[in-house]
Each structure stands twice: as C-alpha cells, then as structure tokens.
C-alpha cells in the first residue's frame, strides 16, 4: 500500500481524505468518486496504514478525535474536519451534491435514507467488525464469540436481502449514499465467515453496485483489499493453500454453530 508514512496534511485546498481500504474507509472514497465522474469535484487522499496506528497520532487525532479512519478535512472551509462514515457521507451530499444524484430532497426518502445509514453505523458495521475480530484476528479461539457475531452479520444481511426483493437499491429505486453506506461491508462478507450466495436478492444488488466504474476506484483507494468478495473468490480458485486455509475457518464458524445450537433467523 501506500510506502510514505503520512505525519500530516498534505493538501491546501479541495477535500482531503485520510483513509484506508476498509469497509469503513471505502464509503468515503467511493462517494467521493462518484462526486468526482458526476461533478468533477477532485480531490486528494493519504493512505493512513492501521496496523501502524497513524490514526492514533496527535495531527490525525486533532482531525478525528476517535482516532480512527475515514477522516476528511475540507480545505474550502478552513480546514472543517469529518470524521465517521455517516457524517461524512452526509456532509459531502449536502455540500456536493447539489443536484441530488445520490441523495434525496423529499423529506420522507431523506428518512429513510438516514435510517439505513443509521442501521449500517449501529448494526452491520459494529456486529460484522465483531466478527472479523472473532473469526480472523482474536488470539484465542473463542466458539460462543464466533457463533454470536457471524449469527448476528448474518439475520443483518438477511435484513438488506429481503428489503431487496422488489426494489434494486435502497431507498426510491435509485443508488444514493444509502447504498453506499452498506456496500463496504456486504463487499467483505465472504472473509467475515458469511456465503453471500445465500442471500440472492443482496448477491444482485452487491454485483450491480460493484459494475460502477466509481466503485471500483474508490476500493482502490489507497489499493484494492484482497478480502472482497470477487478477489476471495478468486483467490480461492487458484490458491490451493488458501483454500485449504479457509475451508478450516468455514469448519470452524459451522463447529461454532453448532456447540451453540445457533439457528439463522432474521429479523
Ligand atoms: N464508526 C466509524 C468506525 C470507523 C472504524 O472503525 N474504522 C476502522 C477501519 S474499518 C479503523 O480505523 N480501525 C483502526 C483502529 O481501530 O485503530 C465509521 O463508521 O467511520
């Protein structure tokens, strides 16, 4: 990824996104890219490496007191930073996107539009963030953790799954920043321990999202992660350790599963 350490800003004008290819940091640079084709707004980014703990640094904490990314600092409005998925999606529509391309004017699509962003900030991303943690980075192995959060991704997923049957997107048939809010972490379910081709409905709208030019630069910001769904499945294909590897994971979330009697359910 990105080779020089960032130690602060770097642009004096525009939008300035501090980020990592993240579920979480890829909104951001997938909006911004959207605003980019459809409005020629550039803008600049730095690749802030988490395992490195730059976002703990004091300049990046003076940005984003939470210390973690993405983080935006708008230099045409004196430096204002934004930190957190949602009000940085909410931010960017109200400033640049004038026309309404990904958001909403009338109040009750605005609504819903803030609900299921709300549901990603509060559910998806904190319960499947959980599960990453308990499937893949936990250094014990913890059965009663991996069943609760891979369950509880899941009866979420299965939520966005069934509001897809009769509708393409979100909110009014139309890609908005609901969308968007959503699509970082659906784009990394395989390697949070969840089979996406359970979930048609979610598969159709995950591939027809992944088909926008924008979409696929802003996951390459700073590089593409090899944990979406398309490259795990690729990898897979071809990398016989690597299959071998996380078919052990699969048997170990089903074993999980099973000590706990789990049962999908969703809602
Ligand atoms: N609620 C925040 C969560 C941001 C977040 O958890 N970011 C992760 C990457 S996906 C991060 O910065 N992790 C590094 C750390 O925990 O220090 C949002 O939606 O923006």
């Not at 990824?1 to 020089?4: D, I, Q, V």
């Not at 319960?127 to 959980?130: E, P, T, V």
């Not at 089979?195 to 048609?200: E, T």
């Not at 990398?239 to 690597?242: N, R």
């Given at each position: 990824?990105?080779?020089?350490r960032?130690?602060g800003?770097?642009?004096n004008?525009?939008?300035e ?10 909104k ?17 980014w ?7 703990n ?6 990046f ?6 210390g973690?990314i ?5 230099h045409d409005?004196g430096?204002f930073?934004?930190q957190?998925g949602?009000?940085?999606l909410?931010y ?20 819903r ?6 549901w ?6 904190p319960?499947?963030?959980?599960a ?5 980075f ?12 891979v369950?509880?991704?899941?009866r ?7 509001h ?19 699509f970082?972490w659906?784009?990394?379910?395989r390697?949070?321990?969840v ?6 409905n ?10 926008r030019?924008a979409?696929?630069r ?12 398309d ?5 897979l294909?071809e990398?016989?350790?690597?299959a071998e590897?996380?078919?052990?994971k ?18």
């Open positions: 990824m990105a080779s020089e960032p130690t800003l770097k642009a004008k525009g939008i996104l501090l980020t990592w290819g993240t579920p979480n940091g890829v951001a640079s997938i909006f911004l890219e959207e605003l980019k084709e459809a409005y020629g707004k550039e803008y600049t730095q690749g802030i490496n988490i395992s490195q730059i976002q703990k640094e004091a300049w904490t003076k940005l984003g007191p939470n973690r993405p983080v935006i600092v708008d409005q430096g930073a934004v957190e949602l009000a940085i909410s960017l529509a109200r400033h640049y996107d004038p026309d309404h391309r990904f958001s909403f004017t009338e109040p009750l699509d605005v609504s539009a803030e609900q299921w962003m709300a990603q900030h509060g559910g998806l991303g319960m499947q963030g959980q990453n943690h308990f499937v893949r936990a250094p014990e192995r913890i059965p009663y953790g991996i069943q609760r959060y369950g509880e991704t899941e979420l997923v299965g939520i966005l799954d069934n897809l049957k009769d509708t393409d997107y979100l909110v009014g048939n139309r890609y908005s920043t609901a969308d968007i809010a959503s970082g659906v784009n990394a379910l390697f949070s321990g089979d996406i081709d359970r979930f048609p979610l598969k159709a709208w995950y591939e027809r999202i992944l088909a030019p979409v696929v802003g996951l390459a910001v700073p590089s593409r992660s090899p944990f979406g769904n490259l795990y499945a690729q990898k294909k990398d016989k350790e690597f590897k996380e078919s052990k699969y048997e170990e979330i089903k074993a999980a599963k099973e000590k706990y009697n789990y049962k999908y359910s969703s809602p």
